[in-house]
């Protein structure tokens, strides 16, 4: 299901952490750019939100904002075909058309040790006056953003959070008081609910953020306390990356047929 038409909205990806949990792979890169089937972790989480019809993105990045600034600076020519005339100006003749030729991304430095509501704050300039969607740069979801819309407007909130029932990463025994083991349930969904990111922003949302901010602790906790801040369940496929093993796993979901 697409955005409703008409319906115009930007994406602000939070692309700015240093990674510290999966240093082997975010030792030369940040943590978005880390590759899920060649492309990094980023560019499938804008895939899929192109697919429902935003096109146009906010990227805060941070350490090692340069690979980020780099990688789409440079896009046309990392996946086109192109020629070089070296002669007078030097001019470069791209052949053939991109699948994302209709994004239009704005790459912005909002600090290296910038907290998440902060660098929010930072791009504020970018998204005045709008309603937005934001999410983390480091997961992957097929989110149904036209239901998590309706979600929100229902609700007339200043915000709505998107949450899931993760996958045990363990199997389950299931056994009697005797020790007799009965079943095994493998990696079956848990108890507990998690935000997931996939924010619905309206523009109020710029003054419970400050410089300094942890989006998830005082922004979020006085939006619930003044009961302006909803939750949206998505029962869908999500897949963070904060390890490597997660990294592994989310490639060979791709290999297998990602179903994002």
């Known amino acids: 299901m697409r955005v409703p ?3 115009y909205m930007k994406a602000v990806i939070l692309a700015g952490g240093l990674g510290t949990r999966m240093r082997e792979e975010t030792e030369f890169r940040p943590k978005p750019m880390v590759e899920i089937g060649g492309k990094p972790v980023l ?3 804008m895939k899929v939100l192109s697919s429902q019809g935003i096109n146009d993105f906010v990227i ?8 980020i600034r780099d990688y789409f600076r440079n896009f046309r020519s990392r996946n086109l075909d192109f020629t070089v005339t070296y002669k007078g ?8 058309d991109l699948p994302e030729s209709n994004w239009r991304v704005t790459v912005a430095d909002t600090g290296p040790l910038t907290m998440t509501g902060g660098r929010i704050k930072a791009i504020e300039h970018y998204v005045l006056g709008e309603r937005f969607l934001a999410t983390y740069g480091d997961g992957i979801a097929d989110v149904n953003v036209a239901a998590l819309l309706q979600s929100h407007e229902r609700s007339k909130a200043l915000a709505t959070l998107t949450t899931t029932t993760p996958v045990s990463r ?11 083991v009965k079943s095994f349930s493998e990696k079956p969904r848990g108890s507990e609910v998690v935000n997931i990111g996939y924010f ?22 006085e939006l619930a306390r003044l009961r302006r801040l909803n939750a949206f369940h998505h029962d869908g496929f999500w897949q963070p990356m ?3 093993r997660e990294a592994i796993a989310l490639n060979e979901i791709w290999e297998l047929g990602a179903p994002w």
């Open 89 to 96: 100006d030097g001019s470069i003749e791209f052949h053939g």
């Open 200 to 221: 619905i922003f309206e523009p109020q949302i710029f003054e419970f953020l400050g410089q300094n901010s942890v989006l998830e602790k005082e922004p979020l906790v």
């Open 5 to 7: 038409k008409g319906e």
């Open 60 to 67: 805060c990045a941070g350490y090692k904002a340069e690979v």
């Open 43 to 45: 560019w499938h989480i």
């Open 170 to 180: 363990f199997g389950v025994v299931n056994a009697a008081q005797d020790g007799t």
């Open 242 to 244: 904060d390890t490597q």
